[in-house]
């Protein structure tokens, strides 16, 4: 049996994790390569972003423009990325891009960040957004409980941290079954507003910029809810190893994959306009719920069914990737060495997904979708600007590596502007607590840093043992080099 080593997105520098293949290699073609983008940026954006970009933006014209900005946006970004994928090919994500650039402290200050922050978060938001498409049928006209909302989602996480910690396969099983029924429910809405339009329902589009009042702070936070629908642009970089004749395929994949996702959100918020007006968009407690009771009854039940569907693999799929995240900064010694351990039983990462799952469900409880989302994308767009201004940075510091795929300077220069003011904005015009919550996780990380990684302190690595060697007791795991075969 041959190992065939995936890259975790995210996780510190040689952050690999082995999985047992069969004796054949895995080569991802153009067409492949085009499936994972739209596979991974599509799941629960798209039924929750809609309400709040139109919220920032006030009227339907502006709205479908910051759709279409937002995938233009997501596209530069990947092919930056595809830069330094291809020339940095180290597994870690952002982390080796950034130490390579900017040294060990914003590299570990980033994967801290994901650990306590981006994908936790993301988690939540995502759970939080199938309780709430859940509980909508149940609560027609009104809004649900924020109890009943909390109590799902926690549920939620409960169950797919559950799933995971049992079984690799099972919750592989788990993301492949869901990730059908998230592209049925994507074409089932964009059939029936094609439709509609044909027939001549285009009311909701005359006089689209009417009532327009953007203001610096608004379009930001118009950004941060339809970017969040996109996020996932970055992962294909993380396989290139993998993709056949990848410094044609990759740029291509790109190119063709999320201005494919762009169509697919254009024409989905085309088709709620078609049976909804701006006011009864906002106004609706679950947008696809609403457009199936108008568009699809007496079937209507099967879009919450398969947002729910969609949901929960995104949220699958997340934990599934995320666990394993915990997992290699335990075995780097950027986290309590027993998250590096794995089940005596069940040969999975239970620690981590464990750990994982308790931050996910701290952040549902004071939380709500919009602060999440908020939280989430200046965490992660400050980030992505600062990887993508490591791309400019080595351009002059580091000349002699190789780069197969050379993407013009002007488009990272408009990415890593677009990122600072994606950052500022809301926070000059409309601050919010959330984004001081957020720089204060981030600078603690630098606390962790010195005492544990940097200096090592006698003191600090004696607090931290015992703790390990309990939980090691208690829960049966034990490092990966010593798991039985």
Wanted: with cysteine; proline share 6%.
């Amino acid at each position: 049996m041959k190992y065939l080593f995936l890259f975790c997105s995210n996780t510190p520098s040689d952050g690999m994790l082995p999985l047992r293949l069969s004796e054949s290699s895995w080569v991802v073609g153009l067409l492949s390569g085009i499936c994972i983008i739209v596979g991974t940026i599509i799941g629960s954006g798209i039924f929750i972003s809609p309400k709040s970009v139109l919220r920032n933006t006030e009227a339907v014209g502006p709205c479908l423009i910051i759709w279409a900005a937002c995938g233009i946006l997501a596209t530069l970004g990947a092919l930056c990325f595809a830069e330094l994928g291809t020339m940095i090919t180290k597994s870690g994500g952002e982390y080796p891009y950034l130490m390579e650039a900017f040294g060990p402290i914003p590299a570990y200050l980033f994967s801290w960040t994901s650990l306590f922050v981006i994908k936790p978060s993301s988690f939540a938001i995502i759970c939080l957004s199938f309780s709430e498409y859940v509980a909508a049928p149940f609560y027609s006209g009104c809004e649900p409980p924020q109890v009943v909302v909390k109590f799902l989602a926690a549920a939620v996480i409960l169950l797919i941290t559950t799933v995971n910690s049992l079984s690799v396969r099972l919750g592989s099983y788990v993301q492949n079954v869901f990730t059908a029924a998230k592209l049925v429910i994507v074409a089932i809405i964009i059939i029936s507003g094609l439709v509609l339009l044909a027939q001549g329902n285009t009311r909701n589009f005359e006089n689209s910029f009417e009532g327009t009042r953007l203001s610096v702070g608004a379009i930001s936070l118009a950004f941060y809810n339809g970017l969040w629908a996109y996020d996932g642009w970055n992962q294909l970089n993380y396989i290139t190893e993998e993709l056949r004749n990848p410094f044609r395929n990759l740029p291509l994949a790109i190119i063709i994959g999320i201005p494919l996702v762009t169509g697919c959100y254009i024409l989905m918020n085309v088709s709620y306009f078609t049976v909804m007006t701006a006011t009864e968009l906002l106004q609706s407690q679950a947008v696809a719920v609403t457009f199936g009771d108008r568009v699809l009854y007496p079937a209507s039940w099967v879009v919450p069914l398969f947002v729910a569907f969609s949901t929960i693999g995104a949220a699958n799929g997340t934990c599934f990737t995320a666990g394993r995240l915990v997992y290699v900064a335990g075995r780097e010694g950027h986290m309590m060495k027993v998250l590096s351990y794995i089940s005596v039983r069940r040969l999975t990462p239970a620690p981590a997904i464990i750990f994982y799952g308790i931050i996910a469900t701290i952040y549902i409880i004071p939380g709500d979708i919009n602060s999440l989302v908020n939280y989430f994308s200046f965490a992660a767009w400050l980030f992505y600007g600062l990887t993508i201004l490591a791309l400019i940075v080595m351009r002059f510091t580091r000349k002699e590596l190789e780069r197969p795929i050379k993407v013009p300077i002007i488009i990272p220069v408009f990415v890593t502007l677009v990122s600072v003011f994606l950052v500022l904005a809301p926070i000059i015009s409309q601050p919010a607590w959330e984004y001081l919550y957020c720089v204060l996780f981030m600078l603690s990380g630098l606390i962790f840093y010195f005492l544990f990684v940097y200096f090592k302190f006698g003191w600090a690595q004696k607090i931290s043992k015992p703790v390990t060697m309990h939980l090691q007791m208690l829960m049966e795991v034990v490092p990966a080099e010593e798991a039985p075969e």
